[in-house]
């Protein structure tokens, strides 16, 4: 079964930008959509942006105007743009396929402060 791998992850001021990145163990065509998620300190996982196989994209409220989600489905990659970072955007980012738990990996780690 597929596994992703994120990285990118850092330590950040407000108001600064960070790139992730998720690197699919297998051909990521066949998946229709592939999320991003984040859980934050002593807060459940939330769903971040969906990214659909043509690059349609939809995001949380939150982080609409801000984050920019992507994949190439020719090199099994998929990513996150993240601009004008805010404390709140503090948490471990997942990538992951809806509604599929055995799946989740190690995530990335995003720390937003001054």
């Known amino acids: 079964q597929v596994q992703f791998v994120e990285s990118g992850g850092g330590f950040v001021q407000p108001g600064g930008s960070l790139s992730l990145s998720c690197a699919a163990s297998?051909?990521?065509?066949?998946?229709?959509?592939i999320n991003w998620y984040r859980q934050a300190p002593g807060k459940e996982r939330e769903l971040v942006a969906s990214?659909?196989?043509?690059?349609?994209?939809h995001y949380v409220d939150s982080v609409k105007g801000r984050f920019t989600g992507s994949r190439d489905n020719n090199k099994n990659l998929v990513y996150l743009q993240m601009d004008n970072l805010k404390p709140e955007d503090t948490a471990v980012y997942y990538c992951n396929l809806p509604g599929r738990p055995e799946l989740w990996g190690q995530g990335t780690r995003v720390t937003v402060s001054s």
């Open positions: 297998t051909n990521i065509f066949a998946f229709y959509f």
């Open positions: 990214i659909a196989r043509g690059g349609d994209t």
